[in-house]
């Protein structure tokens, strides 16, 4: 029994912790065990922190016995490498960070302590949060627990595969343009982002501040509800936060979808996918419809600029939050006589090549004389963007759609080509453009066994709809979740 302990849901868990039928540190341990067993094969992980985990098992186990038990206590999850965690290495799979530990706790790692959570690690990711397979990580890529030749997807890449191989109950990754809902999608696992806002980014690495956005990985959407909750809310810290109550999500569940009005966008089902994709989404669809839910047909228009649109206004913010890093005040400096060469040695031996790219993208869109034409002209696509979602939300609930066009992609297939790797996020970029909330949850195999992914994207702060509509699919239809190869 002890030994399939990793494989327990977070809200079986949180009930058999409470019934004191197990303890934290059984959970942890057999986490631990499931990490070193499969680590070799996937790295999935950039530092695991055994010792703490097992301090912090013991100390949720005291708690539990004194009969305080929040929802997340006594819980091992892992955090994507880019949350500051206090006293634990955070290097945001970059050189330039590869000692860096931090002295404070980003606001929803200090919340799951208070609550008693486990940390068992670090995952990987790529570097900076920018990429879509987490082969741009300077730690080597994480593999597909479904097919170790294939990418996990990303950035958030360790943190979905650690789930789907049950090194953890849950996990946290961030998503700026696809980074959940794209790997979820690839390692067969639930990921939401929610509505920009609705968590705190104080102490999460910035990549893009306008976009980026914090969100768990779980095995079911009632995990993701419970972890949501346990993130999301008001923080003095970070004033682009929301003060909105936060609700308790998994009251959302009912498993009813009747008079749903569920938008299907024509310019989510294009040419150039996979044809298997189409065909689960489509079936998926179908199934809604059995339910009681009614399908409405409607247009994104904007949805082929959002691509354009993002890597200016992404590379924009990023050129400016990664100034910061100058050898002098983080992580990586380089050997030097004086201090330009001090900056100018430290960035180009710190970063990798994608995030040098994205560097000068940025920079230039923001230079005198180019700024009107790109970086302004981008903003008002994204209005443009956001008002196409508007729109369509005065005629529907939620809307239904892919999260990526195919399945996970082989392991080197994409890296030459960076525009081919950008397109991997076609479906869940204009969500972020838009601060909108978008889940993803698995809706089946391809022929190769490896999972497809479905996303219900919703207006903002529509989070208990796109639960309550993902949990109805769960509970009625969804397959049994395929033993992993690892
Ligand atoms: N793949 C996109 C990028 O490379 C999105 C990444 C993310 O969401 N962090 O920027």
Redesign the pocket.
Known sequence: MTSELNKLSVSEARDMLRKREVSSREITRACLDRIAEVEPRLSAFITVSEREALEQADAADRRLGSGDAPAMCGIPIALKDIYCTRGVRTTCASKILENFVPPFDATVIAKLRAEGAVFLGKTNM?EF????STENSAFGPTRNPYDLERVAG???GGSAAAVAADECLASLG???????R?PASFCGVVGIKPTYSRVSRYGVIA??SS??QVGPFAKTVRDAAILLRALAGVDSHDSTCSARPVPDYEKALTGDVKGLRIGVPKEYFVEGMEREVKIAVRAALKHYESLGARLVDISLPHTPYAIGC??LV?TAEASANLARYDGVRYGFRAESENTDELYNRSRAKGFGA?VKR?IMLGTFALSAGYYDAYYLKAQKVRTLIRRDFERAFTNCDVIVVPVAPATAFRLGEKTADPLT??L??IF??SV?LAGLPGMSIPCGYDGDGLPIGMQMIGPAFSEETIFRTGDAYERSRAQAKRPTKV
């Open positions: 790529d949060a920018m990429g879509s990303g950035s958030s961030t998503d700026t343009g696809g980074s959940i794209e990549y893009a976009l980026d993002y890597y992404a994608e994205r790797m950008y991997s996020d869940t970029i972020n």
